[in-house]
């Protein structure tokens, strides 16, 4: 009786640990190259979109790209509930914590004043939700 016993714990401790597996998970996105020209007005590059099926709130986004050497810009990242500023051209944040994982994100950047037009390029996402 007590092997049983012991065999259904393990047995529900498996289906419990593979319901959190596939609770949780992960896309990668990555869109062209955006080019912002006019200071003070955001250029939005496309839609990074979730593949079909994704479900769940967003626990973290990490992000990179790529500027011009010098360039002074300023870029956020935004989520149709959202936006979180983009210091660095990587990075993570947990600001997106809590938003539906399946909407699409979109890199906003504009030159900042006395720049000439810059172009952002190697535009990805990580988006890690459970």
Do not use: Y
Request: charged residues 20%; aromatic residues 6%; hydrophobic residues 50%.
């Amino acid at each position: 009786m007590r092997g049983r016993v012991v065999r259904w714990a393990i047995a529900g401790l498996l289906v419990a640990a593979s319901g959190m597996a596939q609770a949780a998970g992960s896309w990668v996105a990555e869109v062209p190259s955006v080019r912002a020209a006019v200071i003070g007005r955001e250029t939005a590059s496309e839609a990074l979109v979730a593949p079909s099926g994704t479900q769940g709130r967003i626990r973290e986004v990490r992000w990179r790209f790529r500027v011009p050497p010098g360039k002074g810009w300023r870029g956020r990242l935004c989520h149709p509930a959202g936006c979180v500023a983009l210091h660095t051209a990587r990075g993570r944040s947990e600001a997106l914590a809590g938003l539906s994982a399946d909407a699409p994100l979109r890199f906003r950047f504009s030159p900042m004043a006395g720049q000439a037009p810059l172009v952002v390029e190697g535009l990805q996402v990580i988006v890690n939700f459970q």
